[in-house]
């Protein structure tokens, strides 16, 4: 059965890292407001343990698509019969090692060398530009099956110019918020990928039961640790001696004895958790 590779492209700060954290259920991406954080290619299987299903990358932002898109048109022109791939091939053998064009080289260097699907996502509270169509139309150049994704975080006050931008150079676009989403729609846009790719479809529908069979497996463990912490904290016991004929010794001692089942109460509560 075909693994699929999905990278999950785009311009910098559009909330690609956060989108394959929700997705993936790694906890150890990193993740920053300013947006750059990520400046390599960075692979996370779905689900994490046992038998890869899918694998997501996590790719740097573009930085000049505009000019990398507007070389590989001009060779094309130059070079008649030539496809889009083959543009990019052109554009990795000129720019490669040039220290120009860097981002473009990571993200479409990994997305052939892995024949990955393509997920372009869109912040939707960042002007949309047109530049933005430079980044589309360089990823349609690859020939990779490709989807949009725009991520409706903070007031999403460009959805509406992204949507159709987005709409005019892919076949299918989804929504979602990248940091807020429940599970459900998380694998709601898992189940989307099945139709980059037919032969992807069983690897993807597996890749869903497995994370919705985790959560199941996670919702019970919680259930477990809640119930052995009522009965632990519920059962818990201090005796305290004190003098009875001393002014104020019980008063003093029911205060050590509450203090001191305050104290098991929160140990028990942070090992539950």
Request: glycine share 8%; with cysteine.
């Amino acid at each position: 059965m075909t693994v699929p590779q999905i990278a999950v492209v785009g311009f910098v700060n559009a909330g690609k890292s956060s989108l394959v954290a929700a997705l993936s259920e790694h906890g150890d991406i990193a993740i920053d407001e300013q947006g750059g954080t990520t400046r390599e290619c960075h692979a996370y299987t779905c689900p994490r343990s046992g038998e890869p299903n899918l694998v997501l990358i996590d790719t740097p932002g573009f930085q000049d698509a505009r000019h990398a898109n507007a070389w590989m048109q001009q060779w094309q022109d130059a070079n008649a019969g030539a496809t889009g791939p083959d543009s990019v091939r052109a554009f990795l053998r000129e720019f490669a090692d040039s220290g120009r064009f860097v981002n473009e080289v990571r993200v479409l260097e990994t997305v052939l060398s892995c024949a990955a699907g393509l997920l372009y996502v869109a912040h939707a509270d960042r002007r949309y530009r047109t530049s933005h169509d430079a980044e589309m139309a360089l990823l349609a150049r690859t020939g990779q099956p490709r989807m949009g994704v725009l991520n409706r975080v903070g007031r999403a006050r460009h959805a509406g110019k992204w949507q159709d931008a987005m709409r005019s150079h892919f076949g299918k676009v989804v929504e979602i918020d990248a940091v807020h989403a429940s599970f459900a729609q998380r694998m709601d846009l898992f189940a989307s990928f099945t139709g980059l790719d037919d032969a992807w479809a069983p690897s993807i529908r597996r890749a869903v039961a497995l994370l919705r069979g985790d959560r199941r497996a996670i919702h019970q463990r919680a259930a477990d640790a809640l119930g052995d912490l009522l009965v632990e904290v519920l059962s818990v016991r201090v005796e305290v001696p004190f003098a009875a004929d001393a002014p104020g010794a019980r008063e003093r001692a029911e205060e050590r004895a509450c203090a001191t089942a305050r104290q098991r109460i929160a140990a028990a509560t942070t090992a539950a958790r």
